[in-house]
């Protein structure tokens, strides 16, 4: 019994329910970073935080409210060139490998001059320090010239069921795409592309997957997942679902939310949102992929958006299954509940006043955010819940284990009872999450 009730004690989650209020809280008050745009956890069972900072370092640290000390993972703020001031450029990704564990790698996209371009490199921890990389190890995988000093991108991630690395490329920036990236084929730039890291061929230091969209005898880059893309400020993928969510920064009219899907064209600079551009003139939305949500930019001092997170953690189910992204300039955060038929639900969580650079997910799933010099959490003042109470008295038992049944039967769970119900966190209730229900009733 005892063995089972250590088992059982990974599917007991408290969280909260029926929101009240939402606020940010400084997640690591005794610490600070230098222009921080990015966090992220190494997915190694080692609770650690890894912060980028746009010179040009990334800071390593202890999940741990009470630390006091961080240090310096990578630092190659030596090779890294940005505008003075406010800029785009500098540090701006970080992935991890999905065998970082094993092989210790990891890769990083910065801009660098002579040309000016996007670098895209890899790395290796230090075989001596897990905290430390070895700066000497850098490979370059892939380098994107860059006309303007703006629109870098700079998201990169490993897609959760192919292991290819994603990387979004701005459009080439200066204002309203003069060149005209975003509708062609032939540059990386308005992208996001996605290669295999793990083979080379060709002379490059990757290889293109065999399932990319855009393959020859097409007149089209190989590397393109997907194009027509003014500045994707972050990207993600659902963990539940394996959607991929992305926020694309507007002109000057609206800011959208995109699922992104393979091949597909999102219409800049042709469209602004779900609108044409420029604003006033005529087109046709024929071949464009509309974006799911919009927002008017310049309103209420919003200005731009910061991309973030499908809510896949435990500490508030009220948002399980929403996307959880925000505005740069205002720090309002917002919760997109995501309805296929087109129907779906913005809410105002909170006008926090930070500037939000990026959102991250620790080892939890629980939403991390960069802002200013400091990285701080979102929270809530719900009520407790509990997996496995789909009914909500404050008990597992079998009542819960009927509800389950009846949803299996067809009922249309509520993105509670999903979250209390789907014990294994497979994004769906079904026979297994009873198994692991009337487990759980024997255990108690």
Known sequence: MNRKLLILTQFIFWGMLYAQNYSVENAFPSIFFTDPVGIHHADDGTNRLFVVEQPGKIMVFNNEPSVGITETFLNIMSIVDQ???????????????PNFSENGYFYVNYTDYSPKRNVIARYSVSDSNPNQAD?????????????YTNHNGGQMGFGPDDGY??????DGGSAGDPQGNGQNLQTLLGTIVRIDVDNVTNGQNYSIPADNPFLAPLAARDEIYAYGLRNMWRFSWDSV??????????????????IIYPGLNYGWNTMEGNHCYPAGSSCSTDGFELPIYEYPLYVDGVCSVTGGFVYRGSNMPSLYGKYIYGDWCTGDIW???????????????????????????????????????NIYKLTSDEEPGMMGDLNQDGLVNVLDIIFSINIILGGEPSDYE?????????????ILDIVLLINLILAI
């Open 83 to 97: 505008d003075g001031g406010y800029t785009e450029e500098g540090l701006l990704g970080l992935a991890f490998h």
């Open 135 to 147: 700066y000497s190890s850098s490979l370059i995988i892939l380098e994107v010239n860059q006309p």
């Open 165 to 170: 690395l994603y990387i979004s490329f701005g």
């Open 241 to 258: 679902t394996g959607l991929l969510w992305g926020a694309d920064v507007g002109q000057y009219n609206w800011e959208e939310i995109d």
């Open 335 to 373: 919760a997109l509940n995501y309805s296929g038929d087109g129907n779906s639900v913005n809410e105002s969580l909170l006008q926090s006043g930070i500037n939000i650079t990026s959102f991250g997910l620790d080892q939890n799933n629980e939403i991390l955010i960069c802002a200013n010099a």
């Open 418 to 430: 999903l979250w209390s119900g789907d014990l294994n966190q497979d994004g769906v209730i079904d």
